[in-house]
């Protein structure tokens, strides 16, 4: 079945970079768009960047030249450069995927999330 997994959370202090990835498994057709959600504590879900099959990224104010969405194709992977982060930025991540499965219809996938902790 198809799953995607996120990696590369942790504790940093404010003006530190994290690299997250987020790896697509299972008999996969197609991938089409892929992208970064976040939430913090007591907070609503909220759409970081998100990037086309293609390449082309679109990201929210808030982290407008810091972050940076990248995506390998070739496996399966769509990673986030994180940049000059703020305590603002601490949440959990979550990689989100328009993913066409061999035996099913094109739906949307979730990943568990992963914990960034901006903090000195």
């Known amino acids: 079945q198809v799953q995607l997994v996120e990696s590369g959370g942790g504790l940093v202090q404010p003006g530190g970079s994290l690299r997250l990835s987020c790896g697509a498994s299972?008999?996969?057709?197609?991938?089409?768009?892929m992208g970064w959600y976040r939430q913090a504590a007591g907070k609503e879900r909220e759409l970081v960047a998100s990037?086309?099959?293609?390449?082309?990224?679109n990201y929210a104010d808030s982290v407008k030249g810091r972050f940076t969405i990248s995506r390998d194709n070739a496996r399966n992977t769509v990673y986030l450069q994180m940049n000059s982060l703020q305590p603002e930025d601490t949440a959990v991540y979550y990689c989100?995927?328009?993913?066409?499965?061999?035996?099913?219809?094109?739906?949307?996938?979730w990943g568990k999330g992963t914990l960034v902790t901006v903090s000195s």
């Open positions: 989100n995927a328009d993913i066409k499965p061999l035996w099913s219809t094109n739906k949307d996938y």
């Open positions: 299972g008999v996969i057709v197609s991938i089409n768009a």
């Open positions: 990037i086309t099959g293609d390449g082309r990224a």
